[in-house]
């Protein structure tokens, strides 16, 4: 019943810019806290942006002032828009629900493949 669906990966030139997005379902929305991670090939998943349990925004220094995280509470989306694209930032990008109440489950999307090359 729990879906994560992320859409809006693609093939972008460095400089470009793409956003994604991520609708939950099955999932009372505001008892998670939402983020986006990516795993680049041979390297572990890492957190890129998340909402906090206090609400507040977490991004990774290495996409601090290029990447920006929203959420549509109404809607039950969390969107992810990335400016100033590198190389570096080729990953699949996954959607994530950390759960706020304890003895939940978190719950990762598919993944969507964002490749940053010329």
């Known amino acids: 019943q729990v879906q994560l669906v992320e859409s809006g990966g693609g093939l972008v030139q460095p400089g470009g810019s793409l956003r994604l997005s991520c609708a939950a379902s099955g999932i009372i929305f505001s008892m998670y806290s939402m983020g986006w991670y990516r795993q680049a090939p041979g390297k572990e998943r890492e957190l890129v942006a998340r909402?906090?349990?206090?609400?507040?925004?977490i991004y990774a220094d290495a996409v601090k002032g290029r990447f920006t995280v929203s959420k549509d509470n109404a809607k039950n989306t969390v969107d992810l828009q990335m400016n100033s694209l590198k190389v570096e930032d080729t990953a699949v990008y996954y959607c994530?629900?950390?759960?706020?109440?304890?003895?939940?489950?978190?719950?990762w999307g598919q993944g969507t493949q964002v490749t940053v090359s010329s």
């Open positions: 909402f906090t349990s206090a609400g507040r925004i």
């Open positions: 994530n629900a950390a759960p706020l109440l304890i003895g939940r489950n978190a719950y």
